[in-house]
């Protein structure tokens, strides 16, 4: 069984520029949530996608994006980056939106910088 | 608005000390309540999960209680070892949030020897 991986582990950009940010999902886990964790705190959620649609999203602006495959992985945009988007970006995968009762399997996360 | 609250934010012991986590949450409509390590730069690893109709869950020397009604749950760490020492986050999923989960902001255990 193949867990959660993300790419590239770690990021440095600049103020302005944009960033894609990568996750494979576990194997037979069709749904992936994108969470943010800065320094010090708890992850935030993001999104969710299912289907390849989005379905769901946290309180973060339109500059955040995504995608899902039908392979499943999925990817996270950030455009107009700024200072503040630096932290550890998370990626989850589950067995469907609904599954609540089974675990999510995290990645071990991108640390994206923003100088 | 779910929030999450894990006290204390930070806590050292010694090796060998039985410890107690604690988190609260305001809303009390939940599916279930998540715990979870993370050490340094890393991903989260699931501990252990209880769902809104159990008290507790256990596995190893870990135990975790819920009382849904008071808003609560501790995660009882047993015998504790160095290789404990990560940061413990607690996270519960809303009622209808589908399996969005809301953390809470952690407590950094240091186990030393």
């Known amino acids: 069984e193949t867990g959660v991986t993300q790419s590239p582990t770690h990021l440095i950009k600049t103020r302005g520029q944009q960033v894609t940010l990568r996750c494979s999902s576990q194997s037979g886990h069709n749904t992936v949530s994108w969470y943010q964790q800065a320094l010090g705190q708890g992850p935030q959620f993001i999104f969710q996608?299912?289907?390849?649609?989005?379905?769901g999203r946290g309180n973060f602006p339109p500059r955040f994006s995504g995608l899902q495959f039908p392979n499943y992985s999925s990817e996270l945009n950030v455009n107009a980056l700024e200072l503040d988007d630096s932290a550890l970006y998370l990626c989850a995968s589950s067995q469907g939106p609904l599954s609540y009762n089974s675990p999510l399997h995290f990645g071990n996360g991108t640390r994206l910088t923003v100088t | 608005k779910q929030e999450v609250t894990q006290i204390p934010a930070a806590l050292s012991v010694p090796e060998g000390e039985n410890l107690v986590l604690n988190c609260s949450f305001t809303?009390?409509?939940?599916?279930?309540l998540q715990w979870f390590r993370q050490d340094p730069g890393k991903g989260l690893t699931s501990l252990l999960l209880i769902q809104s109709s159990q008290r507790e869950q256990t596995s190893g020397r870990l135990n975790a209680s819920l009382d849904k009604s008071s808003g609560r749950s501790t995660l009882y760490i047993a015998a504790s070892q160095p290789g404990d020492s990560a940061t413990y986050l607690c996270?519960?999923?809303?009622?209808?949030?589908?399996?969005?989960?809301?953390f809470g902001t952690g407590t950094q255990l240091k186990v030393e020897l």
């Open positions: 996608y299912y289907r390849e649609e989005e379905n």
């Open positions: 809303d009390s409509a939940i599916y279930n």
């Open positions: 996270a519960v999923i809303l009622t209808g949030g589908g399996n969005k989960l809301t």
